[in-house]
């Protein structure tokens, strides 16, 4: 009797000896980096991405594959090609503005400082704005400039300090860690919609922390101000009104002489608009990121690139059937690109319309006008798609739902034209 009690409570105490050690383990594993104790000092907002490697040197070596992970996907990747040339199209669409002259795919992040120089959209009025989302010396120029003084610098000038491409600095603070908002655009696009970054979990900030880049945005004013238009929120439809209310525009479009807006990568936007993975809690980091070992050691990889270069482990942490996975993201991929077509031709047969209508004798200016603006309401919702970097997989539903919104305002646009014109006969259409 009295062994069979030792054997009971022999038991238990290795249970609870178990459960805590399981408990202190998950603490540790959760604290900051700071309170496990680094070996080397990192300084604050350090822009050389290779002294938080002292420290980190797993994640390091991840992240220096980003210089060379130069692979495609069916609709995108890190390859540098050019996409005016795979798409003719995006030629007139963004006729009169520079990504009509030179649009190329995005390179990894240690690219960024590269990729940014060489393009043909630079030129002595650029303003440093354009260094936003390239060099992690931004945090440090931030806080020595602030922000408004670092955009009204001229590119050249600017570049003079900057000397490293994204890095840790751009996301992580160097004492702790932890993931935070570095570009001030950010921080004021939460507060305008009453939101402190400060109060969000580790896992919001896994997604968060990504939209120090990629989001939509414009440049502000005189002095180029990076702003993010998310004061009526983020969808679509409250972006175009933020920019109708503001009258704002960034080209006059060379063929239908419409106010245009380049969206730029919405992705952050996209995502976070009620998509099936982000209501299942899904970071980005959980599919850009994923957890790796190597040896004992388990770390979220900074290799970040398509979910689709690397799906057994990106899909596979979730999805058991990876192969299903990867057939049901082509399959929406295709489904989107398929619309995205549909409304591209729908957009040219406005401009054209449009144009048409504009070398008619004593046209109805005021209808013109109208023509114009929903060229404008159009082209800013299928940009809204078509420069998000997912072809609509981050968010099928609303990726289709707008591409439908953006081709039925082209028709309408078109239809508007040849009212302005008196008659049908300047009807273009995509397929002549």
Same mark, same amino acid.
């Given at each position: 009797?009295?062994?069979?009690? !030792?054997?009971?409570?022999?038991?238990?105490?290795?249970?609870?000896?178990?459960?805590?050690?399981?408990?202190?383990?998950?603490?540790?594993?959760?604290?900051?980096?700071?309170?496990?104790?680094?070996?080397?000092?990192?300084?604050?907002?350090?822009?050389?991405?290779?002294?938080?490697?002292?420290?980190?040197?797993?994640?390091?070596?991840?992240?220096?594959?980003?210089?060379?992970?130069? $692979?495609?996907?069916?609709?995108?990747?890190?390859?540098?090609?050019?996409?005016?040339?795979?798409?003719?199209?995006?030629?007139?669409?963004?006729?009169?503005?520079?990504?009509?002259?030179? *649009?190329?795919?995005?390179?990894? %992040? /240690?690219?960024?400082?590269?990729?940014?120089?060489?393009?043909?959209?630079?030129?002595?009025?650029?303003?440093?704005?354009? *260094?936003?989302?390239?060099? !992690?010396?931004?945090?440090?120029?931030?806080?020595?400039?602030?922000?408004?003084?670092?955009?009204?610098?001229?590119?050249?000038? /600017?570049?003079?300090?900057?000397?490293?491409?994204?890095?840790?600095?751009?996301? +992580?603070?160097?004492?702790?860690?932890?993931?935070?908002?570095?570009?001030?655009? /950010?921080?004021?696009?939460?507060?305008?919609?009453?939101?402190?970054?400060?109060?969000?979990?580790?896992?919001?900030?896994?997604?968060?922390?990504?939209?120090?880049?990629?989001?939509?945005?414009?440049?502000?004013?005189?002095?180029? *101000?990076?702003?993010?238009?998310?004061?009526?929120?983020?969808?679509?439809?409250?972006?175009?009104?933020? *920019?109708?209310?503001?009258?704002?525009?960034?080209?006059?479009?060379?063929?239908?002489?419409?106010?245009?807006?380049?969206?730029?990568?919405?992705?952050?936007?996209?995502?976070?608009?009620?998509?099936?993975?982000?209501?299942?809690?899904?970071?980005?980091?959980?599919?850009?990121?994923?957890?790796?070992?190597?040896?004992?050691?388990?770390?979220?990889? +900074?290799?970040?690139?398509?979910?689709?270069? $690397?799906? $057994?482990?990106?899909?596979?942490?979730?999805?058991?059937?990876?192969?299903?996975?990867?057939?049901?993201?082509?399959?929406?991929?295709?489904?989107?690109?398929?619309?995205?077509?549909?409304?591209?031709?729908?957009?040219?047969?406005?401009?054209?319309?449009?144009?048409?209508?504009?070398?008619?004798?004593?046209?109805?200016?005021?209808?013109?006008?109208?023509?114009?603006?929903? %060229?404008?309401?159009?082209?800013?919702?299928?940009?809204?798609?078509?420069?998000? $970097?997912?072809?609509?997989? +981050?968010?099928?539903?609303?990726?289709?739902?707008?591409?439908? !919104?953006?081709?039925?305002?082209?028709?309408?646009?078109?239809?508007?034209?040849?009212?302005?014109?008196?008659?049908?006969?300047?009807?273009?259409?995509?397929? +002549?």
């Amino acid at each position: 009797m009295r062994r069979s009690i !030792s054997i009971i409570i022999l038991t238990g105490l290795i249970i609870v000896l178990t459960a805590a050690l399981t408990a202190a383990l998950m603490y540790i594993n959760n604290q900051p980096v700071s309170n496990r104790g680094q070996i080397f000092e990192v300084p604050a907002m350090e822009p050389d991405s290779a002294q938080w490697g002292l420290n980190f040197p797993n994640q390091y070596s991840t992240f220096l594959l980003t210089k060379t992970n130069q $692979n495609r996907t069916t609709y995108g990747g890190s390859f540098p090609y050019s996409k005016l040339e795979i798409n003719p199209r995006l030629v007139t669409l963004y006729s009169g503005y520079g990504f009509g002259m030179d *649009y190329n795919e995005e390179r990894g %992040h /240690l690219n960024s400082l590269t990729d940014v120089r060489s393009t043909e959209r630079i030129n002595n009025e650029t303003p440093g704005t354009c *260094y936003s989302c390239k060099s !992690s010396d931004n945090p440090g120029l931030w806080a020595k400039m602030g922000m408004a003084e670092f955009d009204k610098t001229m590119f050249d000038e /600017l570049g003079k300090s900057i000397n490293n491409p994204i890095g840790c600095a751009n996301c +992580h603070e160097a004492s702790t860690m932890r993931l935070i908002v570095t570009n001030p655009a /950010l921080d004021e696009a939460l507060k305008s919609q009453g939101k402190d970054w400060r109060t969000f979990t580790r896992q919001e900030m896994r997604t968060v922390v990504c939209a120090n880049c990629h989001v939509e945005y414009y440049f502000a004013g005189e002095g180029k *101000y990076l702003t993010f238009p998310w004061k009526n929120g983020t969808r679509i439809e409250d972006i175009a009104a933020y *920019y109708d209310n503001t009258g704002f525009k960034d080209w006059q479009h060379a063929i239908s002489g419409a106010p245009m807006i380049k969206m730029q990568h919405p992705e952050y936007e996209m995502y976070t608009a009620d998509s099936t993975h982000y209501r299942a809690g899904v970071s980005c980091a959980d599919c850009h990121m994923p957890y790796i070992r190597e040896g004992a050691a388990k770390f979220s990889t +900074h290799d970040v690139k398509s979910p689709l270069l $690397n799906a $057994n482990l990106a899909c596979g942490a979730c999805h058991r059937d990876v192969e299903y996975a990867t057939y049901r993201a082509a399959t929406i991929q295709s489904q989107v690109q398929m619309s995205m077509n549909i409304t591209e031709d729908a957009l040219i047969a406005a401009i054209n319309t449009i144009k048409a209508a504009s070398l008619k004798p004593d046209p109805d200016m005021k209808v013109l006008a109208e023509a114009r603006q929903l %060229h404008r309401e159009a082209q800013m919702r299928w940009d809204f798609v078509a420069s998000e $970097n997912s072809m609509g997989f +981050h968010n099928p539903e609303e990726a289709l739902r707008i591409l439908l !919104s953006s081709a039925d305002l082209a028709r309408q646009a078109q239809l508007k034209a040849v009212q302005a014109a008196g008659n049908t006969t300047v009807i273009w259409n995509s397929s +002549h």
